[in-house]
């Protein structure tokens, strides 16, 4: 059984740098074929496609959210972070990382294309 963990800050000063960091249990993430993903939800609104890295290490974004975003990993670790840079309370949201078989980077997020997902990790940006 495949389990994702979000760990991470639950408040962040605008201007700054969010990271999170997602821990893979059950499952190595460079096992082929699949995309983990980082995925995020603001209050009343609908889940939004932040980006993935593959297991071939390629990395993809949203271009809404690309020149702000950045995905790696930490193979001895079982990890993958996602930072994201300058924010504003508008990037104020539950926060997910969840595994997929493919890239499916349109919005809003369809739960079903996604097997397994962590528990989410609220991030709230505030002075």
């Known amino acids: 059984q495949v389990q994702l963990q979000e760990s991470g800050p639950g408040l962040v000063k605008p201007s700054q740098t969010l990271s999170l960091t997602c821990t893979v249990s059950?499952?190595?993430?460079?096992?082929?074929?699949?995309?983990w993903n980082w995925i995020r939800q603001p209050p009343g609104k609908g889940l939004e496609w932040m980006g993935a890295i593959r297991h071939s290490d390629g990395t993809y974004y949203s271009p809404s959210l690309k020149s702000r975003t950045s995905i790696s990993r930490d193979t001895a670790k079982n990890q993958f972070t996602l930072q994201l840079t300058s924010v504003t309370p508008e990037d104020t949201a539950e926060y997910y990382c969840?595994?997929?078989?493919?890239?499916?980077?349109?919005?809003?997020?369809?739960?079903?294309?996604?097997?397994?997902w962590g528990q989410g990790t609220q991030v709230t940006v505030s002075a």
């Open positions: 059950g499952g190595s993430i460079t096992t082929k074929s699949y995309y």
């Open positions: 969840a595994r997929s078989r493919g890239l499916y980077s349109s919005n809003p997020v369809d739960r079903e294309q996604y097997d397994y």
